[in-house]
Nanobody, 124 residues
Framework: QVHVVESGGGLVQTGGSLRLSCAASGRTFSSYAMGWFRQAPGKDREFVAAINRSGGSTYYADSVKGRFTISRDNAKNTVYLQMNSLKPEDTAVYYC?????????????????WGQGTQVTVSS
């Protein structure tokens, strides 16, 4: 089992940057594929980015490709989401999630452990 806590959200202007962090408990962090998801008011939770257990493979939603970068530091039990060139449509609560297994998935239903989320607001 793993417990994850997100941090780093906030208010930023259009074009600005933020870096989200997700700190995980437990000694088996490297056994989990990790993902970032987001949910805007009135919308379903959607996939943003994911990374495999070693950090060697990453996946992105088309809407953030080229602007966001996911990375992980297994020695620190932490996964990051660097968000650049932010747009108002990026405004949402961002969630970190962990998935047991080798294969990275983009469906939130296939993730086992979730954090409480961190709010990101991009002003126009």
């Amino acid at each position: 089992q793993v417990h994850v806590v997100e941090s780093g959200g906030g208010l930023v202007q259009t074009g600005g940057s933020l870096r989200l962090s997700c700190a995980a408990s437990g000694r088996t962090f490297s056994s989990y594929a990790m993902g970032w998801f987001r949910q805007a008011p009135g919308k379903d939770r959607e996939f943003v980015a994911a990374i495999n257990r070693s950090g060697g493979s990453t996946y992105y939603a088309d809407s953030v490709k080229g602007r966001f970068t996911i990375s992980r530091d297994n020695a620190k039990n932490t996964v990051y989401l660097q968000m650049n060139s932010l747009k108002p449509e990026d405004t949402a609560v961002y969630y970190c999630a962990a998935r047991t297994g080798v294969v990275v998935r983009t469906n939130p239903n296939e993730y086992d452990y979730w954090g409480q989320g961190t709010q990101v607001t991009v002003s126009s």
